[in-house]
């Protein structure tokens, strides 16, 4: 029954009604049977009636002719006799039918108040087994016997109504005998008087037969309603069951497509950030005296952000691998609990109601578990859009920086090709980092105005260059006679570097808490799992523990040994594995009695020398 579809399931029920219907067509059928025999009983009336009066007249030529009947009338009498005996010998045997037919409707009676209570008892296993599929095939089985216990019923109904048939045509024969026996005595006349009071009585009978069948009829009518509810609650029971295994299977796949999304987001995180480091390092790559400073930076980050995304889709596979493994044991755990319910089902009843009563509980809780995790999860897109967002200002922001950088070089160029045309060196701008040495004093300038040759400006002109491009730009600055403008795009101040640092380590501040987040989440989805292990465990044990239960005697003599145990040594030590298998105890329980035993079993062996063990075998302790 457990792997019929619903359509085959309403294919069966429908098919169960037809039955039913049949046999209300068979118990009509049956009546009407029952109404012409009543109509037969009364055309027998009224014939004992015209006979009564065809006696009547008879007696009456009797009295005005005796001394020419005398013979006839012995004659008749003598036939009268044979034909009253003959009456009373099939009277009696029409007492032993009728007696045997309400002994058969008696048994039809107790049949059916057998299926009432059979019904009763369908109920109430119905109504304690209610989210369990098991109900179906207990509810088919029952079916099965329903549907024999018709079939006994029409085979008894068919051996009544033959019977009926039967005791009709030997009426018609007695109506025939009758009919050739028209001129009888008053002999007679008392015996269709007593026919006619047994005749009655029949009557009497048959009308309480109706009665019966009347309640017969109503009986089956009432089966018929509390069957027609047990299909409409089967059938209720089984749409929610189907709905809320797709409710689950959907959840399911809801949390494994949210937990792709997550791993691809994660990875498409990563490989920005990969952009953006390879970005930075362009950047920075003239900047050699900063460089060695902030690659180092940079490389220890890009480090924990590489374990920080390796630990984190670790973490998730571990949660999918959990996930799966919480579906699984949950579908074993499932399987099972029907199995063990389909088993003993008349024994625990109220057992299996408190076992539903828990299962409900835990689904509750795993639909608020479900909850929170969905409101995590969309914490999670909410920080990642915000670090989305944050990652195009950082991008926006470098593009200004560059553009920043790109005017300062134009700017740098154009002041060094007027330098190198004026022979006074120009005054630069002083930056927000630049040293107090950058600028030259007047003295200097008209020094080098009066004293030195044009070689010797060109010599200090080249120096005093090197010496402002290294406050600007470093050791590796471009060349006066060639400045490539490429170069635009690599030059940044140390304080906007210092800035972008700061941002980077942010955004990492950030991915480092989402990661602590998503670890919590599986902390917690971890201990969820341990606690559902060790609930099915515990169920399994209370199984287990209920079955050995059953044999309390045992049980009984075992625990009192292990109490008071007798004088054999180590009896607690072997007594401990039988507990731990008749009361299913956990590894800590097991451990406990061990630690018990063996300070008893050491207790006794130091005492072993003493008065008190002579004392203790002798009982006086």
Known sequence: MDTLSREDLIRFVKRQLEHVNLSKMEIKRLK????????????????????????REN??????????????VNADMEQLLELNAQLTNEIALLKKERTRHEDDLAAVLQTNNHLRSQLDDALQEAAALREQQTATDVFSL????????????????????????????????????????????????????????????????????KSRNRELSTAMDRLQDNFNVLVSAKNDERVTLEAKIAHNEELTNFLQRSNEQKSMEISDLLAENQVLKSRCDNLEADYQAYKSRARYVLEQQAKTVESDATN?????????????????????????????????????????????????????????????????????????????????????????????????????????????????????PQHSRERPTDSYPLAEITGRTSTMSSNTFKDEEEEHERTLEDVLFGEEAADTDSPRLNDGNN???????????????????????????????????????????????????????????????????????????????????????????????????????????????????????????????????
């Open 32 to 55: 009407q049977s029952l109404e012409e025999k009543d109509a037969a009983i009364n055309d027998l009336l009224a014939e004992n009636s015209q006979l009564k009066s065809s006696e």
């Open 59 to 72: 007696n009456e030529d009797q009295v005005t002719s005796p001394a020419e009947n005398g013979s006839a």
């Open 142 to 209: 029952e079916l099965k016997d329903y549907e024999k216990k018709m079939v006994q019923l029409n085979k008894s109904l068919k051996s009544a109504e033959t019977a009926l048939e039967a005791i009709k045509a030997e009426k018609e024969e007695l109506i025939q005998q009758l009919s050739t026996q028209k001129g009888s005595s008053v002999r007679i006349t008392t015996e269709c008087s007593v026919l006619q009071r047994q005749l009655q009585e029949v009557k009497n009978e048959l009308n309480e037969e």
């Open 312 to 428: 984190k889709h670790d973490n998730t596979e571990q949660v999918r691998e959990g996930l799966a493994c919480l579906k699984h044991e949950l579908e074993e755990l499932h399987n099972e609990e029907l199995l063990n319910c389909q088993m003993m089902l008349k024994l625990r009843g109220t057992e299996c109601y408190q076992l539903q009563v828990r299962t409900a509980e835990l689904e509750k809780q795993l639909q608020d578990e479900v909850n929170a995790n969905k409101k995590k999860i969309r914490a999670l897109n909410e920080e990642i859009a915000s670090k989305a967002t944050m990652e195009a200002n950082l991008v926006s922001e470098l593009e200004r920086e560059r553009n920043r950088c790109e005017d300062a070089i134009r700017r740098l160029t154009e002041i060094q090709k007027e330098r190198s045309r004026v022979v006074i060196p120009p005054v630069f």
């Open 491 to 621: 030059v940044k101040s140390v304080h906007q570097l210092m800035e972008q640092n700061e941002r980077l380590v942010k955004n990492l501040q950030h991915t480092r808490e989402l990661l602590s987040d998503t670890e919590a989440t599986n902390a917690t989805l971890v201990a969820q799992s341990s606690l559902l292990k060790e609930e099915i465990r515990r169920l399994e044990r209370n199984e287990e523990r209920v079955r050995h239960i059953e044999n309390s005697e045992y049980l009984k003599n075992i625990i009192i040994k292990f109490l008071c145990p007798e004088r054999v040594s180590g009896e607690r030590m072997q007594l401990v594995p039988i507990l731990t298998t008749m009361l299913r105890l956990s590894p800590e329980e097991t451990e406990r009695l061990n630690r018990i035993a063996a300070q008893d079993e050491a207790a006794r062996r130091e005492s072993e020398g003493t008065w008190g063990s002579y004392l203790r075998w002798g009982r006086l302790n």
